[in-house]
Structure formats: structure tokens, C-alpha cells
């Protein structure tokens, strides 16, 4: 039972390193820390260099001109407390920046979309309770607030038809309410935990500027997808544990349409995420990991310039190490982001192909 558990540490690696590569979702919000034992904290961070490329594609110039890299490096931030209030209830508050876009073709690149660019920053506080009827079976759930900003920036001659030839929104923050509920079964024996758990989708109310002829002041509703995750964990072997998730993301749900532009600027399609990893106990203070990770996008590969992926693969590599009460660790994840044809409108204009990313991350815990 003591190698099965202390192989279990290895599975804290999975948020080692930015969940995505790109797109809306960067996170995956997971709520492993409730399984931590006794009181524990702890901090993370990650970065992400991101190689996003393609090629204009018309009909007038066969051979387009290079977009140059529209993909820009960015960084998430992490945070979780768990405490236990008695032997049945314990309770975790976890900060994590879930959604996000950085996204910028640079002027004097792509004829079609040079100019055009987007960002978005989220901040989100999680607040979760856990309630165990046994040293199996256990709910948990909670309430989500999170926050988020954002700028739009159309330009190029794809966007010919909008006046002046450049459109631009500035998305105020606005923050909003979710929840969160889960089951979860465990056989500590073996290290095994099974968790199932529902994010419920997040309706924000954005106050915008719009500058198009004039500028104004409008809004707009737009939500943040709901998801499910599935995690589990067991032990194979003495100091040897198998782990893996599924994540479904309604991706199709998110969308803003701007009351003086008229149109939507996010097109994204539902996901399914699949990890498969094994993690090994080396000795008393080492540990690791190797995980393979496939996302599976609905919908064709028709996508918006803002977001120019359409699926992705992944490989990513863990090391803990343990000393007393700290764990400090560390991990690196390189992506293959899947091809897709950068469509505002609906109107091919762009190939992206044989493009990836690579991130870092590290997160140090203490257990009190």
C-alpha cells in the first residue's frame, strides 16, 4: 500500500505544465488538489512558446504570401489550498487562469489577415467542498467565479467588406458565477481513484468599444463552454501507477457578436481530450512521468483566423521531487497542433500546417 501511494505523487505532474497548447481552453480546471492529504498549498507556473504559421490561400496568388508566426508566447500562474474541517469534510480553494487567447499576424505578412489579432486573459477562484461516506465513495462541488477581458482587431484584405477595411473591439472584464459537482471512487489499497466531475458553463454580460465608424459602446452575452472530466489513477505495479483522463468541452457554446459589427467573431467547435501516462517511483525523493495526450475536434477544419488549430497531439514529461513535507515539480509537454484553414466568414483564406508548441512548468506543494 505505501509504494502505490507514494507513486500517486507522480500524478500531480499533469498540471505541471499549461494544459493546452492554444485555443480557448489552457487548463483543463482540475481539481486534484481535494485529494492531497491533511492541510496542503501550493503554486505553480508555465509558459508557452507557441510556432503558429501559415500561408495565404486565393485563388490570384497560388503560391500566397507567409502569415509569419501569429502565435504568441504565453504564460499561466496557479494556486490551490485544501484543508480537511473533520474525517468526512474537507474543503480546497484553487486559482487557475482557465480560458485564453494570444493571437497576432503580423503587418506586412499576410496580405489577407496581417494586422489582425486577439487576446484574452481569464482569472478564475474555485471554491470546492468534499464529502467522504466512506474511504470509497465521495461528492464534491462548489461555486466558480471567474473574470475575463479581452481585444479583437480585424484587419487585411480579408475583412475588405467591413468599412475602413479595420474593425476593432476592446472587451471589457466582466466577472460571473459556475459551478462545479463530482463523484469519485477510490481504493487506496491499490491507489486507485476514479473522478467524475461537471463544470457548468459561465454567462458573461461584456461591456464593449467598438471603433466602426464611429466608435460606441455596446455589449454582448458570451459563454464560457460547460465541461466534464473524467480522471483516474491506479496502481500497476509496486511503485508504479497508470493514469489518464477524458475531457469534453462544449467549445460550440462560446460566441460574440458585437451589436455594430454584427457578426461572430469566435468559431470553435466541441472537443474531446484523451490522456493516457504511467508514473514510477524511482526512490524516496525522485519520481516521474510520460504522458501521451489526443484532442479530437468536431467539425471540419474550417476554422477562425483567431484560433488557426484544429486539434493536436502531445507528449509530456514529469519529474517530482520529494524531501520531507515539500514536493517541488517540474514538467515539459511538446504539441503537434493539428492543420486547419483560417475561414472568417467562412471564406478559406489561409492553410496552417505542420505547426507545434512546446511548454514548461513547475509547481512546488507543502503539505502542514
Not at 468599444?209 to 460606441?216: N, R
Request: glycine share 12%.
Amino acid at each position: 500500500m505505501k509504494n502505490y501511494l507514494a507513486t500517486s505523487a507522480a500524478c500531480a505532474l499533469i498540471s505541471a505544465s499549461g494544459a493546452w497548447a492554444t485555443g480557448l481552453d489552457r487548463t483543463g480546471q482540475p481539481i486534484g488538489i481535494l485529494f492531497e492529504e491533511g492541510t496542503y498549498v501550493e503554486f505553480s507556473a508555465a509558459t508557452t512558446s507557441v510556432d503558429l504559421s501559415g500561408n495565404d490561400r486565393t485563388s490570384l496568388n497560388p503560391f500566397g504570401s507567409a502569415s509569419g508566426d501569429v502565435g504568441d508566447r504565453f504564460n499561466l500562474f496557479g494556486a490551490g489550498f485544501k484543508t480537511d474541517i473533520n474525517e468526512q469534510l474537507s474543503f480546497a480553494l484553487i486559482f487557475d487562469q482557465p480560458w485564453g487567447v494570444d493571437v497576432n499576424y503580423p503587418v506586412g505578412g499576410s496580405a489577407l489577415l496581417g494586422g489582425t489579432r486577439a487576446t484574452a486573459d481569464s482569472n478564475a477562484l474555485t471554491a470546492l467542498l468534499r464529502y467522504k461516506f466512506n474511504e470509497r465513495f465521495s461528492i464534491h462541488g462548489g461555486l466558480r467565479y471567474q473574470e475575463i477581458d479581452g481585444e479583437i482587431n480585424l484587419q487585411g484584405a480579408a475583412y475588405a467588406s467591413i468599412p475602413g477595411g479595420t474593425y476593432n473591439v476592446q472587451i471589457q472584464q466582466d466577472g460571473a458565477f459556475g459551478w462545479v459537482a463530482g463523484v469519485a471512487y477510490e481504493i487506496p489499497e491499490i491507489a486507485l481513484r476514479a473522478a467524475l466531475t461537471y463544470n457548468s458553463e459561465i454567462t458573461h454580460d461584456f461591456a464593449l468599444i467598438e471603433s466602426l465608424s464611429p466608435t460606441t459602446t455596446t455589449s454582448a452575452e458570451t459563454k464560457t463552454p460547460q465541461s466534464v472530466n473524467f480522471d483516474f489513477q491506479t496502481g500497476v505495479a509496486a511503485n508504479t501507477l497508470l493514469f489518464g483522463g477524458i475531457r469534453w468541452s462544449e467549445g460550440s457554446v462560446t460566441e460574440l457578436t458585437p451589436t455594430t459589427l454584427g457578426s461572430n467573431l469566435i468559431d470553435l467547435d466541441d472537443s474531446v481530450t484523451y490522456t493516457i501516462g504511467v508514473g514510477r517511483k524511482f526512490n524516496e525523493t525522485w519520481s516521474g512521468s510520460l504522458a501521451f495526450i489526443y484532442s479530437d475536434v468536431s467539425g471540419d477544419d474550417l476554422v477562425s483566423p483567431l484560433a488557426p488549430t484544429h486539434g493536436r497531439e502531445a507528449i509530456r514529461l514529469g519529474v517530482q521531487y520529494t524531501k520531507d513535507k515539500m514536493k517541488v515539480s517540474a514538467g515539459v509537454r511538446y504539441t503537434m497542433l493539428g492543420d486547419a484553414v483560417a475561414s472568417p466568414g467562412g471564406n478559406p483564406v489561409a492553410n496552417f500546417s505542420g505547426n507545434d508548441a512546446i511548454s514548461f512548468g513547475v509547481k512546488v506543494g507543502y503539505n502542514f
